[in-house]
């Protein structure tokens, strides 16, 4: 009530009170703190720019915490930029399972199989559909498709009551279906309830989907999420991505990596401001963040030094064949991910990846990894070149190379037969043999030699 709530501000504006918890009301003009030290802020993604602006003002000198599955793509951004500090959890809890995603077009047989799956193992059944104004008719038609099932609506705008006592029947088990909008979103944990059902899926955002999807499989059972599109028109493009992203990331703790697919889907929008997501598509993530950590940098007024892009001219032919990955965004996604590679532990475990996802890889893939390998090594050493010839392997180096030149009189004293210098920035050395493997590894050795 009004007099509950003035006594409890009376009590905090005064110091008497530790940790006041609230809803969106914190944010209201009239509260005063004494003496704020720490403000942690829950699921995230539900506040707006306005909201956010409101906590900036109170938090000059604060310590936040801000906790999400799936942080807003601008929140994602500035911990990526390291504006700030970001600390992610991947363990889920015991015996919990992934769940089994699905969508296809609205079907009254899927429906119907579905739910009957579920009753059949004594489970509950969530039917999201996010429109108030014909819930009662969505419900209508499910009681049609599924007889059987015990069947009611909630949503926002119902009376307090009413809704409070739909949600006890549902969790005393006496709803088998409950038709419902996204007021589920988050805060409820019915271990019971282990299918849903979203209705035109295409009109959630994709943080949207993974919260609701997170209302299930919260036992040990094994959940299903069925996302239902609408049968009669295509998809729009920007749609067809989310859902497939929401489809592939099933494993849990994925909402990190779903978060960053959302970025690079909608745009991070702007650092200050209004915008929460927007034009970083035209630019692509990779040269946005560049462009952001220069302005940065620039701003602070230190200089960035610039990476060498080595180029390796070596007689292989290193790839992902179309027959190993069959999928072209998957083989695109590959290459770029190791085209950016700077350590052999990511490399090792890319490699172990693509063996748990597509097998055994082939001889071109191996000797993908082993380029990239020489990749890395060149990056460390600024090396802009290495060219195979007939005989030879010409190294080219960068005028910033941290190779010292006592380093190189030392290499030139011990092997002079075998290696000289073409040039103040130019090594060549004589390879032992006409395979691949062996010039590889001579030029690998060499390299790590140089470090």
Same mark, same amino acid.
């Given at each position: 009530?009004?007099?509950?709530q003035?006594a ?16 969106h =009301?914190? /944010?209201? #003009?009239d ?8 403000? @942690?802020? %829950?699921?995230?993604q539900?506040f &707006? ?22 942080p807003?793509?601008?929140?994602l ?16 809890p ?6 089994d995603t ?14 009957? =799956?579920? /009753?059949? #193992?004594?489970?509950q ?6 429109? @108030?104004r %014909?819930?009662?008719?969505i419900a &209508?038609?499910a009681?049609r498709?599924?007889?059987e099932?015990?069947i ?8 307090e009551?009413?809704l409070?006592?739909?949600?006890n ?29 979203i ?5 959630f ?8 999807r997170g ?6 059972h ?8 609408r049968?009669?028109q295509p998809?729009?493009?920007v749609?067809r ?7 592939e990331?099933t ?5 990190f ?8 889907i ?6 200050l ?9 035209a ?14 940098l620039?701003?602070?007024g ?5 990476g ?8 292989v032919?290193?790839r ?6 069959r ?6 996604d ?7 590679l700077?350590s ?17 890889p082939p001889?071109e ?13 060149c ?7 290495i060219?195979?010839?007939?005989k ?12 010292s ?12 037969d075998?290696?000289r ?8 050395f004589?390879?032992?043999?006409e395979?691949?493997g ?9 390299l790590?030699?140089?470090?």
């Amino acid at each position: 009530t009004r007099s509950e709530q003035k006594a409890i501000l009376a009590r905090v504006q005064k110091g008497e009170t530790d940790i006041l918890i609230g809803t969106h =009301r914190l /944010l209201s #003009r009239d509260i005063a703190f004494h003496n704020l030290g720490l403000l @942690v802020i %829950d699921e995230e993604q539900r506040f &707006g720019v306005r909201h956010k602006e409101k906590l900036k003002k109170l938090r000059k000198e604060v310590d936040v915490l801000t906790l999400t599955a799936t942080p807003i793509p601008r929140t994602l951004e500035m911990s990526l930029l390291g504006i700030r500090d970001i600390s992610i959890i991947n363990t889920p809890p015991k015996d919990r399972l992934s769940i089994d995603t699905r969508v296809a077009p609205f079907s009254e047989g899927i429906v119907r199989e579905a739910v009957l =799956r579920e /009753l059949n #193992r004594g489970g509950q059944i969530f039917f999201i559909h996010n429109r @108030v104004r %014909d819930i009662d008719r969505i419900a &209508g038609m499910a009681r049609r498709i599924v007889p059987e099932a015990r069947i009611d609506v909630a949503h926002g705008q119902m009376e307090e009551g009413r809704l409070e006592e739909v949600m006890n029947r549902f969790l005393d088990g006496e709803i088998d279906l409950l038709v419902t909008t996204t007021i589920i979103e988050s805060g409820l944990d019915i271990p019971n309830a282990n299918t849903m059902i979203i209705h035109k899926p295409e009109e959630f955002g994709l943080g949207q989907l993974y919260q609701l999807r997170g209302r299930i499989g919260r036992a040990h059972h094994r959940a299903y999420a069925y996302l239902l599109t609408r049968a009669e028109q295509p998809l729009p493009p920007v749609a067809r991505q989310r859902l497939e992203v929401i489809q592939e990331m099933t494993e849990l703790g994925s909402g990190f990596r779903l978060a960053a697919r959302d970025l690079e889907i909608r745009g991070a929008g702007n650092l200050l401001g209004a915008k929460q997501s927007g034009f970083i598509s035209a630019v692509g993530i990779d040269l946005y963040m560049q462009l952001i950590e220069e302005v940065a940098l620039k701003l602070k007024g230190e200089e960035r030094e610039e990476g060498v892009e080595p180029t390796i001219r070596m007689r292989v032919s290193a790839r992902i064949p179309k027959a190993y990955v069959r999928e072209d965004r998957f083989r695109l996604d590959l290459y770029r991910r190791l085209a950016l590679l700077d350590s052999d532990e990511e490399l090792y475990r890319i490699a172990d990846e693509m063996k748990d996802r597509f097998g055994t890889p082939p001889k071109e893939v191996n000797d993908l990894f082993r380029l990239t390998e020489l990749r890395i090594l060149c990056r460390k050493l600024r090396v802009l070149e290495i060219l195979e010839q007939e005989k030879r392997v010409r190294l080219t180096f960068d005028r910033k190379t941290p190779v010292s030149q006592d380093r190189i009189v030392t290499l030139l004293q011990s092997a002079s037969d075998r290696i000289r210098p073409i040039s103040e920035f130019q090594l060549e050395f004589m390879k032992e043999g006409e395979s691949f493997g062996k010039a590889w590894a001579q030029t690998k050795n060499f390299l790590q030699e140089l470090i």
